[in-house]
């Protein structure tokens, strides 16, 4: 039901072209920023031992149980999803094409990735990392593994902070639901875009006359529902197979850059 519900709103949304995708990323954006910014205000308190549980934790985890589980081999066994994580940024060169003033946003936005990246992703996890121990059992990958396995949710838990988790898992649900939509105006333009050059069957390329390239959205959408495998009994080892397919694209995209 919950499937359901995303893959209609990410339809809903991309039916409505650039316009609605860009109003809707607009808002999806502003709340994983605002997100993003307590997050790492909280996380600096819950360190220095601001929570109601816990005490002071500084770089206690950095060396019990250690900061680079498995050493080098436990990095690129997480590489894969870091991939996955960092790819998007390259949809600014997508978006150029449908921006009213290419030569004054483009620049803009991307200078902006540097700091994106700097503020977003590597603070963000540096706290993950002093709050919550590789090791612990409620992570994603151990045998306990629930919805609330995110490290985020699980350094306000350990906190003691009652409410707040909850609120953490409704950003998260709106970052997956950013990544889908994203997904599908990247896929959709980059299918036209096939087409147009002559790698695709033409149909592929057909654009209404409000400028949205329907067939690409529609194949888009059809690869969307393999969305439904989460209801298998394998789903675990479904989505690693799809995190690492998207993972290892976007390194030989950016490579082929």
Not at 171 to 192: F, G, K, P
Not at 232 to 251: C, H, K, P, Q, Y
């Amino acid at each position: 039901a919950w499937v359901t519900i995303f893959y209609a709103l990410v339809l809903f949304i991309n039916i409505f072209g650039v316009r609605g995708y860009g109003e809707a990323e607009f808002i999806f954006s502003m709340l994983k920023v605002i997100a993003i910014l307590g997050f790492i205000v909280l996380g600096i308190v819950l360190n220095c031992g601001g929570g109601p549980e816990g005490g002071y934790i500084g770089g206690r985890y950095w060396h019990t149980p250690g900061a680079f589980a498995d050493g080098f081999k436990g990095v690129c066994a997480v590489f894969v999803t870091s991939a996955f994580s960092f790819a998007g940024t390259e949809l600014v060169g997508l978006a150029a094409a449908e921006t009213e003033n290419p030569r004054k946003s483009l620049p803009s936005a991307t200078k902006q990735v540097f700091w994106r990246i700097a503020l977003f992703y590597i603070i963000s996890l540096t706290l993950v990392g002093l709050l919550v121990p590789y090791d612990d059992a409620r992570l994603l990958g151990s045998s306990s593994a629930d919805a609330s396995a995110s490290p985020f949710v699980l350094a306000i838990v350990n906190a003691g902070i009652g409410g707040l988790p909850s609120v953490m898992n409704v950003v998260i649900m709106i970052a997956v639901c950013s990544v889908a939509n994203s997904s599908v105006y990247a896929a959709s333009r980059t299918i036209a875009s096939l087409a147009d050059q002559g790698f695709a069957p033409r149909i592929f390329g057909y654009i209404d006359r409000s400028g949205r390239p329907l067939v690409g959205v529609g194949i888009s959408l059809l690869f969307g529902l393999l969305c439904y495998l989460v209801a298998s009994d394998n789903e675990g080892e479904v989505f690693t197979w799809m995190l690492a397919l998207s993972g290892l694209s976007s390194i030989f995209t950016w490579g082929s850059i």
